[in-house]
């Protein structure tokens, strides 16, 4: 069964720009290690220095909810937010050939 892919595109103030980058630097191995995570990374726009993407590979929607609703999430989400020039955007897709992992 092919994994749930994770978009979420972030907008921060250009002032917490360093201080998301080290909370993610912070929660990312964890958030690796969180059950039914296979893949995480995060990307900067190449244009717009104050915008990132983090893209993650979930064994389904299942372990995705049971990640959002962890004390994990919670924690970092909570420092995450007031760090947001913007509404933060999420897209869950899963790949159009089934075979792909």
Request: net charge neutral.
């Amino acid at each position: 069964m092919p994994h749930l892919r994770r978009i979420v595109r972030m907008t921060f103030r250009p002032d917490a720009v360093e201080a998301f980058v080290h909370l993610f630097e912070t929660a990312a191995p964890h958030i690796r290690a969180f059950p039914g995570c296979h893949h995480l990374e995060l990307w900067r726009d190449a244009e717009d220095a104050t915008v990132f993407t983090t893209f993650s590979h979930w064994t389904d929607a299942d372990a995705l909810n049971a990640y959002r609703h962890s004390d994990l999430f919670r924690t970092t989400w909570a420092k995450t937010k007031p760090l947001f020039a913007a509404k933060p955007e999420t897209w869950s897709y899963l790949p159009s050939d089934p075979t792909s992992a």
